[in-house]
Nanobody
């Protein structure tokens, strides 16, 4: 089973950019669809983006479409989330997840990282 470690979070001003990385252990990274989710205080975990095993298809939440971009490098066992034009409402803990399906629901993923905090100041 793969293990996931996120990095790249931090504090940024509104309009700025961050790139999150999620490094996976193990030799089976390429057999998993990967997703990014986020959870703000007092709110449920919500879908952000997902990418297929090959990287050939992606899907985004409407709230981030056009601003965020998900990508993966299977040779480096890493998935990325490039976040541009950040807004204060993007503030949350961001989690990467691995699963067998190209899905938008947390229940479709069975392995999660520990999360990385993203804070966007106004």
């Amino acid at each position: 089973q793969v293990q996931l470690v996120e990095s790249g979070g931090g504090l940024v001003q509104a309009g700025g950019s961050l790139r999150l990385s999620c490094a996976a252990s193990g030799r089976t990274f390429g057999s998993y669809a990967m997703g990014w989710f986020r959870q703000a205080p007092g709110k449920e975990r919500e879908f952000v983006a997902t990418i297929t095993r090959s990287g050939g298809d992606t899907s985004y939440a409407d709230s981030v479409k056009g601003r965020f971009s998900i990508s993966r490098d299977n040779a480096k066992n890493t998935v990325y989330l490039q976040m541009n034009s950040l807004k204060p409402e993007d503030t949350a803990v961001y989690y990467c997840a691995a699963g067998p399906l190209f899905g938008r629901r947390p229940g479709e993923y069975d392995t999660w990282g520990q999360g990385t905090q993203v804070t966007v100041s106004s």
